[in-house]
């Protein structure tokens, strides 16, 4: 069982990382990379989706750490 996909998103004190569905923040950073970094950990560890999104709010990145149902070969 996969766990809740991880959203990187704009904060006013910076960038933070929320689970999906949750209204609390997991994480508060200063810079996105540090937020990404953290986000990353926790989608590897629950084998979910990591969503990162722009200052603006839309995701401009998407990666799967789960049961990919379409790996590429090779």
């Given amino acids: 069982m996969s ?12 960038w933070a ?3 999906e569905g949750n209204e609390r923040y997991t994480y508060i950073t200063e810079h ?9 950990s926790i ?3 629950q084998q979910s989706e990591l969503f990162i999104h722009n200052r603006h709010g839309q995701i401009r990145e998407r990666n799967s750490y789960g ?8």
């Fill in 3 to 14: 766990g809740k996909n991880q959203h990187v998103v704009p904060h006013e004190n910076g």
């Fill in 17 to 19: 990382v929320r689970g």
């Fill in 32 to 40: 996105q990379s540090q937020a990404v970094d953290l986000a990353r």
């Fill in 43 to 45: 989608a590897e560890n």
């Fill in 67 to 74: 049961n990919d149902p379409y790996p590429p070969k090779g």
